[in-house]
Antibody, heavy 119, light 112 residues
């Protein structure tokens, strides 16, 4: 069974940093693209970042470019999101999401990690 | 970026009756490989999204057959043949043909 478990969320002041981790199980992590998607309070879903199979290619939403970095450690079955220079509007639940190998898109989602940016 | 517009934003339905949600894209979602990468997700209260439909009309593993998807080009529809209590939640369409991938704003399905 596919599992994705995020950790590392919490309360941080504007301008601060936080690193999210996502440990996966139930599939061969190294053979899948991975994504981070966020959902602001009472809002919809927005793709934040994605990373390819060997970590050599990444994409970011314009709103986080230059501040967020996605990476992966295939030996640890773990996806990361380093978030720097955090702003109040980065407050959201951050989901770790698996890219599908059957079609271009995403399939399985973690439960999410809440990041609150506030003074 | 491709803008995905869902209608309605809220849909009160009677249990056992059908429901339909529309999703329209600001440009064609047909890829150069001939596929159309349009998916539908269900988000129950307090839960992460769950994939229901991919490539317009393919049901994902474990999804009941009362859910179906249709459409082409820029216009797509998710249908629930007979709404059940566990179908309450917010439904999102997602286009993955063009980067950045973009979601619709969501349609809230609630029971009358």
């Amino acid at each position: 069974e596919v599992h994705l478990v995020e950790s590392g969320g919490g309360l941080v002041q504007p301008g601060g940093s936080l690193r999210l981790s996502c440990v996966v199980s139930g599939f061969t992590f190294s053979t899948y693209w991975m994504h981070w998607v966020r959902q602001g309070p009472g809002k919809g879903l927005v793709g934040v970042a994605r990373i390819n199979i060997d970590g050599t290619y990444t994409n970011y939403a314009e709103s986080v470019k230059g501040r967020f970095t996605v990476s992966r450690d295939d030996a640890k079955n773990t996806l990361y999101l380093q978030m720097n220079s955090l702003r109040v509007d980065d407050t959201a639940v951050y989901y770790c999401v698996r890219g599908s190998n059957m079609f271009r898109g995403v399939d399985y989602w973690g439960q999410g990690a809440l990041v609150t940016v506030s003074s | 970026d491709v803008v995905m517009t869902q209608t309605p934003l809220s849909s009160p339905v009677t249990l056992g009756q059908p429901a339909s949600i529309s999703c329209r894209s600001s440009q064609s979602l047909v890829d150069s490989d001939g596929n159309t990468y349009l998916s539908w997700f269900q988000q129950r209260p307090g839960q992460p999204p769950r994939l229901l439909i991919y490539k317009i009309s393919n049901r994902f593993s474990g999804v009941p057959d009362r859910f179906s998807g249709s459409g082409a080009g820029t216009d797509f529809t998710l249908k629930i043949s007979r709404v059940e209590p566990e179908d309450v939640g917010i439904y999102y369409c997602l286009q993955s043909t063009l980067f950045p991938h973009t979601f619709g704003q969501g349609t809230k399905l609630e029971i009358k």
